[in-house]
């Protein structure tokens, strides 16, 4: 049966969903800059891990107010008895055990050199957490890339959390999914955006107007076929 969206699948936002999807997005975006990108250039993939809360992942966790559980008497009571005793008996050292998520950029460099030119953000939950770490984070790592000679590309293909990005700070897009583009200039950084609602197909190529692709690509910005 084929999906009713025409662009970006709201189920893929499911947290169980989310992290693979993430994941292949890069791969397919690396792969696709790497077929249009001239031989002056290449796309890899960035790989971050960063420790977090499992809650991090969850746009919107749904708890139950009272929880009633029934108990199920598998093991004969003797058996019962000594497991209860086993697992009450307390270990001789406790340590955290803090879980980790990866996080993936699309990066494409000059061959020669292996200069950074253009950087594909691909926003996850943990940086649209709303006062969280992870979206301090990502604000310092984007103030950095705005700050250098690398043009960014950002693809918020996630309806909740907050967009990290100062543009929309003072004046909120009222759009399900954003992708913005912002080239390098001497003078000053202009972000381009393009508000998709859930209802339309994904722009086929995110391109600066008026300007040449970043990157040098062929056909195709560094930011061509966002997803």
């Known amino acids: 049966m084929p999906s009713p969206f025409p662009g970006m699948d709201p189920f893929l936002e499911h947290p169980e969903i989310w992290s693979g999807f993430h994941a292949k997005l890069a791969v397919a975006l690396m ?9 002056r250039y290449y796309a890899d993939v960035e790989i971050q891990s960063t420790p977090h809360d499992i809650e991090l992942e969850i746009a919107n ?5 009272v929880s009633i559980f029934e108990p199920l008497d598998i093991l004969p009571k003797a058996e019962m008895a000594t497991t209860v005793s086993l697992a009450t ?3 001789p050292i406790v340590r ?3 879980l980790t998520i990866k996080l993936r950029a699309v990066r494409v460099y000059r061959t020669e050199g292996n200069q950074l030119v ?25 103030a950095r890339l705005l700050a250098s000679h690398v043009h960014l590309v950002e693809l918020d293909l996630l309806r909740g959390g907050e ?3 100062l543009e929309f700070a003072e004046e909120p897009i009222d ?8 080239r390098f200039r001497l003078l000053e950084r202009l972000s381009e955006i393009w508000p998709v609602a859930l209802t ?12 040449p692709p970043p990157g040098g690509a062929r056909g195709g910005g560094a930011g061509g076929g966002g997803g």
Do not use: C, F, H
């Open 89 to 91: 008996s307390p270990a």
């Open 31 to 39: 792969r696709q800059l790497n077929r249009l990108l001239s031989s």
């Open 200 to 211: 339309e197909a994904l722009p086929p190529r995110a391109q600066p107007q008026g300007a």
């Open 163 to 165: 967009r990290p990005g």
């Open 175 to 182: 759009t399900d999914y954003i992708l913005l583009v912002n």
């Open 96 to 98: 955290s055990a803090p």
């Open 61 to 65: 966790p749904l708890r139950p107010d």
């Open 118 to 142: 253009t950087s594909i953000e691909i926003l996850s939950p943990y940086n649209k957490r709303p006062g969280s770490d992870g979206i301090m984070q990502y604000r310092l790592k984007r």
